[in-house]
């Protein structure tokens, strides 16, 4: 079992910058790709960013160049660096992760954030 809490969201101007975390806890031996979503009001969930093992990142088209992810050396922690925002990145943000042997998806409870002059 796997507990992921999410940490930094808040209210920030347009163009300014927020950091991202989610740490992971519980009973595992090894996580696989960590990954940050985000929902915004009325829409669906979708990708922003992940990360694999090997430290191999992907990002959704819209983020690109403005958010960076990043995963600690023990591999249980998990950013997002946010800069450039921009009001249409206004979301909750929910990090996710799979157990590495098992393939078990495990989701955070989100943390919001607010993109608002």
């Known amino acids: 079992q796997v507990q992921l809490v999410e940490s930094g969201g808040g209210l920030v101007q347009p163009g300014g910058s927020l950091r991202l975390s989610c740490v992971a806890s519980?009973?595992?031996?090894?996580?696989?790709?960590m990954a940050w979503h985000r929902q915004a009001p009325g829409k669906l969930r979708e990708l922003v960013a992940e990360?694999?093992?090997?430290?191999?990142?992907n990002y959704a088209d819209s983020v690109k160049g403005r958010f960076t992810i990043a995963r600690d050396s023990t591999e249980n922690t998990v950013y997002l660096q946010m800069n450039s925002l921009k009001q249409e990145d206004t979301a909750v943000y929910y990090c996710?992760?799979?157990?590495?042997?098992?393939?078990?998806?495990?989701w955070g409870q989100g943390t919001q954030v607010t993109v608002s002059s």
């Open positions: 996710r992760t799979i157990d590495y042997f098992t393939s078990t998806p495990y």
């Open positions: 519980g009973r595992f031996f090894r996580l696989g790709t």
């Open positions: 990360i694999s093992r090997d430290g191999d990142t």
